[in-house]
């Protein structure tokens, strides 16, 4: 009760101070909220769900809020959860197409999941490593896709330990591997050696990081790897020339890490694998908000592509969680038009991306925002894929004991497509 009687005797005296003053500070909540002001007219003029931000139903103390947090309150009018817009702030950077614990801007290079010691040994926990990215701190250490980290810089892994696997100083990871009794079917450990990993940096990510032919019973498949969609013509062209180089009918398409790139690059990716009798077919829509319908746009496959397209019967297109934005946008356009079963996802669940978004600048703020302003449709319009892209077979690597390098015939979602190939 005094605390209250305190409050509202501090709360009178301000007023009265402030009335006293007789001084108009318009001026000063002008400039202040200026930032948090301009985000609302922008997110109302481009959003998606522009319509749905009420000016009026935003507290004014609300423009005081840092311009993510401010953000954040516009994209809750959304009439769904939108996890694909977002705020960058010139002198913060964050890297919004991370992967699980690998970030580009800063980090040693790696994804991994937690887990309990897979022999059945102990109740300790192991960070597996799932991703080791080219010319990181973690490849030059050794590390590689399977690995078990059990300590770092001498502390056994933990769930408070795995931030120190992201990022900072110099690290020293206990690094362990196992193998299998062939009669008993038990795990057990063959080797555990100590590895020194150099300070966190940024890492550069390879758009196709791997490009082979595959061989394996017999069956010959061409392996694509792609991480991120942002080639151009010319680079696709010099990729289809060494796929076809490879003289094989079926390409695997590995997108399970690729949630980056742009509607252009997925139109030329899918024009290299589409059938030449869709040359004239319209690759996706961009639909907007009715008061920017005039906007809305067909994109065609591309006829150049299409000319020197691989001439593959068959196409294995890999996903994951991560899978998201163009490469969603390239599967669903293949599928719209597959009559024959020239298409065949496996894999999990795509995480269901079907907005793109556009770069607003409020340079005289330092503030930029990326919101949704369009779906993503495929050629006839359809863009029901909220909930991701389901596989027509199902495959959860990491409910596998082994995880092999990615293009290896052995790793396990390579393996169970070259085991369903016709020969």
Known sequence: ???????????????????????????????????????????????????????????????????????????????????????????LEEDHHQRGHFNHLDSYGLDFTLMTDPTG???????????????????????????????????????????????????????????????TQEFYWVQTDTLTMARSTQVADATFPVCKKVSANGTDVAYLQCNMLDASLSELMDLAHQIDAMQTKTLV?????????????????????????????????????????????????????VANNLSVTSLYVITSSYTSGPAEWLIRSLQAYDESGFVTVVGTNSAGQVVMTEKVEGKEYFVTIYPAVAYVADGFGDYDYAEGIAPDIEVNEFEYAYLYPYGDARETVLLTILSIIPE
Request: glycine share 4%; hydrophobic share 40%.
């Open 253 to 305: 398409l590995d997108l399970r890490l690729c949630n980056d790139g742009t509607l252009e690059a997925a139109r030329l990716l899918a024009s290299f694998l589409i059938d030449e009798s869709y040359a004239d077919k319209a690759f996706a829509q961009t639909l907007f908000r009715e008061s920017r319908s005039a906007e809305n746009r067909t994109y065609s496959f591309d006829p150049q592509a």
């Open 121 to 183: 040994a102990t109740n300790r926990q192991y960070a597996r490593v799932l991703t080791v990215y080219p010319n990181s701190p973690a490849e030059r250490c050794g590390l590689e896709r399977g690995d078990f980290i059990g300590m770092v810089d001498g502390n056994r892994m933990t769930s408070s330990q795995t931030s120190a696997l992201e990022n900072g100083r110099e690290r020293t990871v206990v690094r362990s591997r196992f193998g299998v009794n062939e009669e």
């Open 1 to 91: 009760m005094f605390a209250r009687m305190r409050y509202a005797f501090w709360a009178v005296v301000t007023t009265l101070l402030l009335l006293a003053c007789g001084e108009d500070r318009t001026y000063e909540y002008e400039a202040k909220t200026a930032r948090d002001h301009w985000m609302l007219e922008a997110m109302q003029e481009t959003y998606l769900w522009g319509d749905s931000i009420k000016a009026d139903k935003i507290a004014w103390k609300d423009y005081f809020a840092a311009p993510s947090a401010f953000f954040n309150k516009l994209i809750a009018y959304a009439p769904i959860k939108d996890q694909w817009s977002w705020c960058e702030i010139d002198t």
